[in-house]
């Protein structure tokens, strides 16, 4: 069993910046793959980005690419979600994701690949 918890979540100017952590506990360690993903009010859940923990390959969502980075330390069971350049439409509450399986790539968008979920912070991007 696993349990995530998110934070760093908070409401920020547009073009600022946040940090979003989720710490992994429960397991000795973390050997599968982890991801973010987002929904806004009144909208479906959307894929932001995951890494795979053991070889660090990364896929990140159009929307996000060139702006988002998702990183981990493995020490701490911890991945971190960089967010620069945030605009009012990345306004959502993240939640992490881990799957206990290594996913290929055509498999990390779809929430229903993965088994452990956090309860999820706020990102409230505006003016």
């Known amino acids: 069993q696993v349990e995530l918890v998110e934070s760093g979540g908070g409401l920020v100017q547009p073009g600022g910046s946040l940090r979003l952590s989720c710490a992994a506990s429960?397991?000795?360690?973390?050997?599968?793959?982890m991801g973010w993903f987002r929904q806004a009010p009144g909208k479906e859940r959307e894929f932001v980005t995951t890494?795979?923990?053991?070889?660090?390959?990364?896929y990140y969502a159009d929307a996000v690419k060139g702006r988002f980075t998702i990183s981990r330390d493995s020490a701490k069971n911890t991945v971190f979600l960089q967010m620069n350049s945030l605009k009012p439409e990345d306004t959502a509450v993240y939640s992490c994701?881990?799957?206990?399986?290594?996913?290929?790539?055509?498999?990390?968008?779809?929430?229903?690949?993965?088994?452990?979920w956090g309860q999820g912070t706020q990102v409230t991007v505006s003016s």
């Open positions: 890494i795979t923990w053991r070889s660090g390959n990364k």
């Open positions: 429960g397991r000795t360690a973390i050997d599968g793959t």
């Open positions: 994701a881990a799957a206990s399986s290594r996913l290929i790539t055509s498999r990390v968008r779809f929430g229903e690949n993965y088994d452990y």
